[in-house]
């Protein structure tokens, strides 16, 4: 797949990127690239910086140093409710689901910044297409639905901001095996069906690197391995370490 | 039995004005968990722009032909004029303190309260300064109650107010980002809400319910006083922690019986009237000790702003 792209232009590129989470550097001169159309992963153990490499690209976090660009402008800096409308979008770690906002408003703050309201009903028919559960629990306040039920409605949020590239974090923690497949089933539609470009975060290394074109392995804040994610799942190395075996 | 009523009468009325301003309270905290103590200050505020648009207005001659067009007038201006107040205040006191401790915001509030009190001292003088008395006539009885004009002013617009503000809350797209906003701000920033912005329409809103009461004060007791923000904003104050603070019915219960209790305690009690300050404190008192979440707090969150 990399080769593929090669010669288009990232659509996210991280330059050496620092980043401090209070007082700990989380993350220690992280470069990575993302080519559109590509499902990217991000495999490491717990603490390795994951979910910081994620909220620093959103500006949640501030990296201290090297560079982010998307889409071809620098937006290292760029507050993090300014990065939406321009299609980067994220599904945050736990969901975060506005618990006493009903299904459907949880949907609406997805296309908060939108405009076109034909557009947003037919977005809205789509995720519920997706996600039949979430159409029956439409009403029903977020904070009432279950995990997976939670995890479809992140998902669907994002989903509404019509994301060009979408930022997943950890889609299948704490759900079944049944209903993470389900989840990931839907990840690869929206690549495949829609073109989005995705980025994974994944505790579950095997299942991330069997979805993904292309993988990276963060070890205490470093990338310590990128490859294609074939070549990385048949890694001796990374199968002792990351699969279990 | 019309005694009661009418006293009734009394209390719904004082109570609304305590809801109009605990709500202003409620809505910050649900926001920044911030008591906004400079809050009672923007209904003082509200009480005096109020008498300076009105008393403008009667020198110009239109309060003698329309007097209610201007009452309209002078109540959206200085409603407008509260919630830019309280843009500014909120912009120089508080956002600068957005990631400190919350005692440093709170002790900002209180010297902002200082400072928006002294500063309409030094405008306008430690003197009261009388309303225009066009809308106290007049009264209508209903079988064994009578309702002055002045209370069907105060009670139509608080439930107006009360109406407006639900429906803005629970209804328009602003409304779910403040609550939004309220449950987790770095979610919703991540669907593109800025939440500074979304806090200063806070603050905005809260200011121009306590602008409308400081007027409808104003015009019930004839005159207002530069601190006159002060006792009715701890009441207010009360009445939204005697809600559950946070919560929107709970601030528009708790300003309806902390009125309610006021009234009936200085009608029924003997010597009551001279010491009906004290209920407000009392109930406050009683409820931190009792149920420090409030008669809606905790678990019932649906209404939190």
Redesign the interface.
């Known amino acids: 797949m990399t080769h593929a792209h090669a010669h288009r232009p990232p659509l996210l590129e991280l330059k050496e990127v620092d980043a401090c989470y209070g007082r700990i550097q989380a993350l220690k001169g992280v470069s990575l690239k993302i080519f559109p159309g590509e499902i990217v992963t991000i495999i490491g153990a717990n603490g390795a910086g994951k979910s910081t490499t994620l909220m620093t690209i959103?500006g949640?976090v501030k990296a201290s140093a090297g560079s982010i660009v998307y889409d071809g402008s620098p937006i290292r800096g760029v507050?993090?409710?300014?990065?939406?409308?321009r299609g980067l979008?994220?599904v945050?770690e736990g969901r975060?689901i506005?618990?006493?906002?009903t299904v459907m408003?949880n949907l609406?703050?997805?296309a908060?910044?939108r405009r076109d309201a034909a557009g947003i009903r037919d977005d809205q028919e789509m995720v519920f297409e997706l996600f039949p559960k979430l159409k029956e629990r439409a009403h029903q306040?977020g904070g009432t639905l279950s995990g997976g039920e939670q995890q479809m409605l992140a998902i669907a949020?994002a989903l509404m901001?019509r994301p060009t590239l979408l930022l997943l974090d950890e889609p299948s923690l704490g759900l079944s095996p049944l209903f993470a497949k389900h989840i990931f089933q839907i990840i690869r539609t929206v690549n495949a069906e829609r073109g989005m470009t995705i980025l994974l975060v994944e505790q579950n290394a095997n299942i991330a690197l069997q979805m993904a074109h292309r993988g990276y392995v963060l070890e205490t804040g470093r990338v310590v391995l990128e490859d294609d994610a074939r070549a990385l799942l048949h890694n001796p190395e990374i199968r002792k370490a990351y699969l279990g075996e | 039995m019309d005694y009661f009523l009418q006293q009734f009468l009394n209390g719904l009325t004082l109570g609304g004005v305590y809801a109009l301003v605990a709500l202003g309270y409620t809505m910050v905290y649900g926001i920044i968990q911030l008591i906004n103590f400079a809050h009672g200050e923007f209904f003082a505020a509200g009480g005096y722009m109020g008498v300076i648009l009105l008393s403008f207005l009667a020198s110009q001659g239109y309060m003698q032909t329309h007097p209610w067009l201007c009452l309209g007038v002078a109540l959206f201006l200085s409603m407008g004029y509260c919630a830019l107040l309280a843009m500014a205040v909120e912009k120089v006191a508080y956002k600068p303190l957005r990631n400190s401790t919350r005692l440093s915001v709170l002790l900002s509030a209180l010297g902002m309260s200082i400072f928006l009190q002294n500063g309409l001292m030094l405008t306008q003088g430690v003197y009261d300064k009388a309303y225009p008395t066009e809308f106290t006539q007049g009264s209508i009885t209903l079988g064994p109650v009578t309702i002055s004009l002045m209370q069907g002013l105060i009670l139509g617009l608080t439930v107006t107010l009360l109406l407006t503000l639900n429906f803005v809350v629970f209804k328009t797209?602003l409304g779910?980002?403040m609550?939004?906003t309220s449950?987790?701000k770095?979610?919703?920033?991540?669907?593109?809400?800025?939440?500074n912005r979304i806090i200063s329409i806070t603050f905005a809103i809260g200011a121009a319910l306590a602008a409308a009461a400081g007027i409808l004060v104003g015009l019930y007791y004839g005159s207002v006083r530069y601190d006159m923000g002060f006792v009715p904003g701890i009441k207010a104050f009360s009445a939204a922690v005697l809600g559950g603070i946070g919560n929107l019915y709970g601030a528009m219960l708790g300003g309806f019986l902390i009125g309610m209790v006021e009234i009936l305690a200085a009608a029924y009690i003997p010597h009551g009237g001279q010491y009906k300050d004290v209920f407000a404190f009392i109930i406050l008192i009683a409820v931190l000790y009792f149920r420090p979440t409030g008669i809606m707090g905790e678990n019932v969150?649906?209404a939190?702003v």
């Open positions: 959103c949640v507050p993090p409710h300014a990065l939406p409308k979008i994220q945050p975060r506005f618990p006493r906002l408003e609406e703050m997805g908060y910044l306040h949020r901001g | 797209k779910k980002a609550r939004a449950m987790d770095t979610m919703s920033a991540l669907t593109g809400i800025d939440a969150n649906d939190r």
